[in-house]
């Protein structure tokens, strides 16, 4: 494996396009904004910068990781003569079949497919492509050039071969491959995001407040951030997709999302990326500001 494409130039898709082209891989990166590839690029040159500075790496594997990096702002030719391609686009369900059913007619028979999806079916995606046995999950942890986990998700079709060879690469990335199987949500947000949904509820029910909340649980579960703050962090919008693609996948009103964080995305309040979600970002990035909705 020489060349990875990379779909998306968001936080999780330049995440891995600094991973794989670190480590010596080819990158196309592609993205149909180039706006949005500008900053991804800008973002991994900061990212290269801090490692330098931290002597976690020298300027020369900088520059080299960004030379193994050419962008792309159509799908055509960001994929042509690609070995791998992990898409990672927005967390939607028909924009990924739609995708995968470009890439099916665009790649070659031999390319390996893989999702950045955390919570999609990789069998229902696969079923819109020819070779359902190339189609893979390949869930990146964010942010991803500092994460170690990498959860591998084989569809009801994906062969051993395609498993084994995401499982080797993610190694090759110095990342811990863990294989997990198909249902909604796998592993890692089977469990978590119940666990924010729970604490939006115990704000919601007034039991504390946000940062008594998170307080709680830094202080008496040793997690390094709160899970009001981690919400933020992730988006509450994708946390809210995932919710309902629990909920939806497995009819279980233990999955049902809170109203509370219902409305806060039908109100553009989505943390860190709108500047306001729990916590207001408009004046720190360091959460500093609880929402003044949540002073009340």
Do not use: W
């Not at 991804?40 to 490692?51: E, F, Y």
């Not at 924009?95 to 999702?115: G, Q, R």
């Not at 062969?159 to 090759?172: D, I, Q």
């Not at 939806?248 to 233990?254: D, I, L, T, V």
């Amino acid at each position: 494996m020489k060349t990875i494409a990379v779909i998306g130039a968001g936080t999780m898709g330049n995440g891995i396009a600094h991973v794989c082209a670190q480590n010596g891989f080819r990158v196309n990166l592609i993205d149909n904004n180039k706006e949005n590839l500008s900053k991804g690029l800008i973002t991994i040159g900061n990212n290269l910068d801090r490692m330098v500075s931290k002597e976690q790496l020298k300027p020369l594997d900088k520059t080299r990781t960004l030379q193994n990096i050419v962008t792309f702002n159509t799908l055509e030719n960001g994929v042509k003569h690609v070995d791998l391609v992990i898409e990672a686009a927005t967390e939607n369900l028909e924009l990924k079949l739609s995708l995968f059913k470009a890439l099916d007619a665009l790649c070659t028979p031999s390319t390996l497919l893989a999702t950045n999806t955390s919570s999609i079916s990789i069998t229902q995606i696969a079923a819109v492509t020819t070779k359902p046995e190339n189609v893979i999950g390949m869930h990146f942890m964010n942010p991803v050039p500092l994460m170690p986990l990498v959860e591998v998700i084989k569809g009801y079709n994906t062969s051993n071969t395609t498993a084994n060879t995401v499982t080797a690469l993610a190694k090759t990335l110095k990342k811990t491959p863990v294989q997990v199987n198909d249902y909604p949500g796998f592993v890692a947000n089977r469990i978590l995001m119940p666990m924010l949904n729970e604490a939006i509820e115990t704000l919601y029910n007034k039991v504390a407040g946000v940062k008594a909340i998170d307080a709680v649980m830094k202080l008496g579960m040793a997690h390094p951030m709160g899970p009001l703050q981690l919400a933020d962090f992730i988006g509450l919008d994708v946390c809210l997709s995932i919710l309902e693609v629990l909920y939806n996948g497995f009819k279980n009103p233990k999955y049902a999302p809170c109203p509370l964080l219902v409305n806060m995305v039908n109100a553009g309040k989505l943390g860190v990326k709108s500047g306001e979600g729990f916590y207001d970002y408009n004046h720190s990035k360091k959460a500093e500001f609880v929402s003044k909705q949540f002073l009340k």
